[in-house]
């Protein structure tokens, strides 16, 4: 889940076992269900929803490349759901290396070092 670059605060009390209640526009907004992810990251405390499963964009390749590494039966649908798991903290990651190269504190690419060089096809 990507953040806008506005920001909303709201200062919410903490009971004595340490509950909070997340404000009902947040709540909303951030179409949270029954669970969050709870995130120390330095001095600070991110609160954020669970990471709902990938749409399928990806299903079509997964099981072809498993298929051509010639899994079958239970393998097939174990190892699938092993690599599904996987695509959202990738696609995250890439996310992150995007961002720190756009601020000038990562790596950067050229188009022919991502998609290769016209003149080689």
């Known amino acids: 889940m990507r953040f806008e670059n506005t920001m909303e605060r709201k200062t919410i009390s903490v009971t004595g076992k340490r509950q909070i209640t997340i404000p009902l526009k947040f709540f909303e907004k951030l179409k949270i269900g029954n669970e969050v992810e709870c995130i120390l990251h330095g001095d600070e405390l991110i609160i954020k929803p669970l990471e709902r499963e990938t749409t399928g964009e990806f299903d079509e390749y997964i099981l ?14 174990d190892e699938f759901k092993v690599r599904r798991k996987k695509i ?34």
């Open 64 to 77: 072809s490349d498993l298929i051509k590494e010639g899994y079958v039966g239970e393998a097939l649908v």
């Open 88 to 121: 959202r903290p990738a696609v995250e990651k890439m996310i992150d290396e995007a961002d720190k190269a756009a601020q000038g504190k990562g790596k950067t690419y050229t188009l022919d070092e991502v998609f290769g060089d016209a003149d080689d096809k």
